[in-house]
């Protein structure tokens, strides 16, 4: 697991909300960061970054247009 916990600090100004990058749920007090190939990603916990490794990053290697697919 290469994640870590990162607490979210609201500002009363703060309209911005922090949706999970996998099942777009909208993260209150905490936020699971994991630093991916493409970047950082924020999750609402370590399954969905689970969930975002086992089905969107190889759904997006197999998709056409991603340069150096052919390599292995
Ligand atoms: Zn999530």
Redesign the pocket.
Known sequence: MSGHWEPIVMQVWDTVVTP??????V?ARRQWVVELEEGERR???P??EQ?YRSYVVPARAAAPGASGASKG
């Open positions: 999970c990058d996998c099942c777009g749920q993260v999750f609402c916990g399954d969905c969930l």
